[in-house]
């Protein structure tokens, strides 16, 4: 299973982005998918995540500005960051938990893509 993220980039303060993170190889289903992110000297956290049923969840700095979705049609989760601010500028890694079977499942990470947003 791998993941690969796209969509990352420089933008001033105030614009947006749009993330793309396809999921590939052998899946029976995906389970949770999110965004999470670290900046410079921080720990990596959970930006947003969306279940298999479609229900988000966000952290306190990003709601309303960010919108976390799916589909599951093409093993795809997307993250639209408007209104984006300096301290939004961080390495953003997409995760998912990919059941290979009916009941193996494991947590999968993507290989990150900076966001870098200009004052």
């Known amino acids: 299973v791998q993941l690969q993220a796209f969509g990352g980039g420089l933008v001033q303060a105030g614009g947006s982005l749009r993330l793309s993170c396809v999921v590939s190889g052998r899946s029976f289903s995906i389970n949770d998918m999110a965004w999470y992110r670290q900046a410079p000297g921080k720990q990596r956290e959970l930006v947003a995540k969306?279940?298999?049923?479609?229900?988000?969840d966000y952290a306190d700095s990003v709601k309303a500005r960010f919108t976390i979705s799916r589909d599951n049609a093409k093993n795809t989760v997307y993250l639209q960051m408007n209104t984006l601010k300096p301290e939004d500028t961080a390495v953003y890694y997409c995760n998912a938990v990919v059941y290979t079977t009916a009941i193996q499942r494991a947590s999968y990470w993507g290989q990150g893509t900076l966001v870098t947003v200009s004052s």
């Open positions: 969306v279940n298999s049923g479609g229900r988000t």
